[in-house]
């Protein structure tokens, strides 16, 4: 929103505890203040409040030139208060005050609230702990998916602290920090639910954009290390699946007829981009296959090695020319791109599979449907989203999922 007026949450039912916590801290981190709990009694009710601005509560008299505000403390007193009471199995959200006594944070990044990790990076650090990766490499990864990421290696060591000594239970993840991204509701919905934006199915590829499918069957990825899901793939129908291949139809022409050593730039520079997110491409590779980091780097490896080659497709595009190779015969060899091609994926191999396939085929001037694996189909996602930030154009790869 670009004015933020601090309104207060819908109130509603939610089925647990931490999810009327995290719908009052993301409404709240969108509106521009920062909800904490105040007091709580975990089987029963919790209240929260706001963290910044008000009056301090400190019954000592204090000349008011020694006071020195600090954010964020306990000591303040906005008059802002939801309570979440458990009634018959279920949590009811009930704003008793919704008044602020403060401005809005302009940025929430002006709050060290903003610095924590959220449920995700948790997890992924997590992940890595238990990976044995240094905290510093592991930032570093955590940066590489989220650049505007302010966490510094004191809150990394802390939290792998508390990961050794098994002090982090999954229920806890949710009240790191509140999701910035997720859009204001400012009605309650029909049921009561908590509303919830779904960001972990994935989507088709097609004609340069991601889309979302039609049908409503999908297949769950599971982690292997802890059985939980990962993300969702849909089921592609037959005409999602015929969209991007009249996508790949139409983008033949054009690109059949751009020059070599235009196609060869492309691959430079997806080169260059696979090169910057190996971390990232690893990690989703271990998240979702299981496998060490070590061994994902090494998948990523292989498969830049074909982008490699296909950076050298120049000379593998000139054709023969053997003058009379009969009596008055001449011979010519053209060297032509076949039109729309596919690859269908193991799992075994979910970078390095892909790459074989594509970045041969484009480079020589046709266009690709690729199926990733239903079982790990993150890579190829992330492959796509690289492939056109090199530059190629619309149409010329895309990516449908399903089953065989």
């Not at 039609?214 to 089921?235: F, H, K, W």
């Not at 015929?242 to 751009?258: E, H």
Request: proline share 6%.
């Amino acid at each position: 929103m670009e004015q933020k007026k601090m309104i207060p949450p819908p109130p509603g039912t939610f089925q647990d505890r931490e999810d009327l916590i995290k719908h009052v801290r993301d409404f709240g981190t969108n509106q521009g203040y920062v909800v904490t709990i105040k007091k709580s009694r975990k089987d029963r009710r919790v209240i929260l409040g706001c963290d910044r601005g008000g009056v301090y509560r400190n019954r000592r008299k204090i000349d008011e030139n020694k006071r020195k505000r600090k954010a964020c403390s306990r000591l303040i007193n906005c008059p802002f208060e939801a309570i979440g009471k458990k009634e018959d199995d279920v949590w009811v959200l009930t704003i008793k005050n919704g008044e602020h006594n403060h401005e809005p944070f302009k940025d929430m990044s002006e709050h060290p609230y903003s610095r924590r990790f959220s449920e995700e990076e948790v997890k992924q650090i997590k992940l890595m702990t238990e990976a044995g990766i240094k905290p510093r490499q592991v930032l570093k990864a955590l940066k590489q998916s989220n650049p505007e990421l302010q966490s510094t290696p004191r809150h990394l060591y802390n939290l792998k602290a508390k990961i050794r000594q098994g002090n982090l239970s999954e229920k806890s993840f949710k009240s790191w920090r509140p999701n910035r991204s997720t859009p204001v509701n400012t009605s309650a919905s029909p049921s009561g639910v908590s509303p919830n934006i779904d960001n972990n199915r994935v989507s088709n590829f097609i004609g340069g954009k991601f889309v979302d499918l039609r049908g409503s069957a999908t297949i769950d990825v599971i982690n292997p290390a802890t059985q939980e899901v990962g993300s969702q793939v849909p089921l592609t129908t037959y005409e999602e699946f015929k969209d991007a291949v009249d996508a790949a139809k139409r983008a033949f022409p054009a690109w059949k007829n751009t020059p070599v050593a235009t196609r060869q730039r492309i691959m430079f520079k997806l080169q260059e981009l696979i090169r910057r997110d190996i971390d990232k491409l690893a990690m989703n590779i271990t998240v979702e296959q299981g496998t060490t980091l070590k061994a994902a780097q090494r998948d990523v490896l292989f498969g830049l090695e074909v982008v490699e080659q296909a950076c050298a497709v120049a000379t593998l595009q000139i054709g023969e020319f053997v003058p009379n190779a009969l009596c008055g015969l001449d011979t010519y060899c053209f060297r032509e791109p076949l039109g729309v091609c596919a690859g269908i994926c193991p799992f075994n191999f979910p970078d390095m599979t892909p790459l074989w396939m594509f970045s041969i085929a484009v480079t020589c001037g046709n266009t690709f449907i690729l199926k990733p694996s239903e079982k790990n189909p993150g890579t190829s996602m992330i492959l796509a989203a690289l492939a056109m930030e090199a530059g190629l154009p619309d149409g010329v790869l895309n990516i449908v999922h399903g089953t065989n």
